[in-house]
């Protein structure tokens, strides 16, 4: 079984209110000097058999066409 | 003339979007999701509702649904396409549209009687109105702001591709008061607010929205 881990998050120039909610709320939990908070989203795949380099480019597929929008979010994609 | 209204699990306005098509003078046919087949409609509207769950991202799974690849396919040859909230989420996901709608920068759901200007009349969508009219929709969205890079808000406004642009408060955080853009042909055309409730005295702030479902008519196809 291989394990891949893709990570999307906004980007930099798209604004993130939900992170700017959690940043917000930090302060009120006694978290000081939080200066910026942005929130992403985590996908683990698992695909049968060894991993592999056609593997890794099918999960970047999968990021491109489904898990990601290019318009609005970045994405990295590695082997766990 | 026949006018498709795409049913997918969770939507919630596909009932009013069929009723106003009816009101606009046409028959109404419902779609559904799983079903590549569009019934010989003549056009389709993709109505509001939180598709999937809004499940990843809104629109993006609906994206995918088998009813989809016809309506991509068909919008390729020119049949007018209307999505309304949840539908322009859709034809965002389905780049039949630029652009893409995220959260309200004030991260609340917002629901109220909204002014427009209508800034495209030249399309199936939106020939009923005059150009520049200032009409008032219901809106009701938690995930309504349109954002897309500086080249492609350029072109949009550049191309006079805006149909509709918000007045007064901008409700949602969209870059440039964007309310609605359309592709080049017109054919195509997504509204965040909804016209569909907007087309009785008795039920909506007015009339204002039914222009969207008349301008239908005046439609000539190739």
């Given at each position: 079984m291989a394990r891949?881990?893709?990570d999307v ?6 604004l993130d209110?939900?992170?700017k909610?959690?940043?917000g ?8 000097g ?11 795949i698992?695909?049968?058999g060894?991993a592999?380099?056609?593997h890794?480019?099918?999960v970047r597929?999968m990021a491109?066409?489904l898990l990601?929008?290019?318009v609005i979010?970045?994405?990295e994609?590695?082997?766990? | 003339m026949?006018v498709g209204?795409v049913?997918f699990p969770g939507s ?5 979007a069929r ?5 606009g003078?046409?028959?109404a ?5 799983g ?5 010989g ?6 109505p509001g509702g939180f598709?999937?769950?809004?499940y ?11 009813v989809m ?12 396409v209307l999505?309304i909230c949840?539908?322009?989420q859709?034809?965002c996901?389905?780049h ?16 109220r ?6 800034e ?5 969508w939106t020939s009923?109105?005059a150009a520049?009219?200032e009409?008032?929709i219901v809106?009701k ?11 492609t ?9 805006v ?13 440039r008061?964007i309310?609605?853009i359309s592709?080049?042909r017109?054919?195509v055309?997504g509204l965040?607010?909804?016209p ?6 008795l039920?909506g702030?007015?009339?204002?929205g039914l222009?969207f479902?008349?301008s239908l008519a ?5």
């Amino acid at each position: 079984m291989a394990r891949y881990v893709v990570d999307v998050m906004p980007k930099p120039e798209i604004l993130d209110p939900q992170g700017k909610a959690v940043h917000g709320a930090l302060p009120r939990l006694g978290f000081a000097g939080v200066s910026d908070v942005r929130q992403g989203k985590r996908f683990e795949i698992e695909l049968e058999g060894e991993a592999s380099d056609a593997h890794l480019e099918q999960v970047r597929q999968m990021a491109e066409k489904l898990l990601s929008n290019p318009v609005i979010e970045d994405f990295e994609v590695h082997a766990q | 003339m026949k006018v498709g209204v795409v049913t997918f699990p969770g939507s919630l306005d596909d009932a009013d979007a069929r009723r106003a098509v009816r009101i606009g003078g046409h028959e109404a046919v419902a779609l559904w999701h799983g079903d590549d087949d569009l019934k010989g409609v003549d056009a389709v509207v993709l109505p509001g509702g939180f598709s999937y769950g809004d499940y990843l991202r809104c629109g993006a799974i609906s994206r995918f649904a088998p009813v989809m690849t016809s309506v991509v396919e068909a919008a390729g040859k020119g049949m007018p396409v209307l999505g309304i909230c949840n539908g322009f989420q859709i034809l965002c996901e389905s780049h039949l549209l630029p652009g893409a709608l995220i959260r309200n920068d004030h991260r609340k759901f917002v629901c109220r009687d909204q002014r427009l200007r209508i800034e495209r009349v030249d399309t199936p969508w939106t020939s009923a109105y005059a150009a520049g009219a200032e009409v008032t929709i219901v809106l009701k969205n938690g995930e309504g702001g349109f954002v897309a890079d500086e080249p492609t808000l350029d072109r949009l406004e550049g191309e006079g591709l805006v149909i509709a642009r918000y007045l007064d408060d901008n409700p949602n955080g969209s870059l440039r008061d964007i309310a609605g853009i359309s592709n080049e042909r017109g054919n195509v055309v997504g509204l965040m607010p909804h016209p569909e409730h907007a087309v009785e005295d008795l039920t909506g702030p007015g009339t204002d929205g039914l222009g969207f479902f008349t301008s239908l008519a005046a439609t000539i196809f190739a």
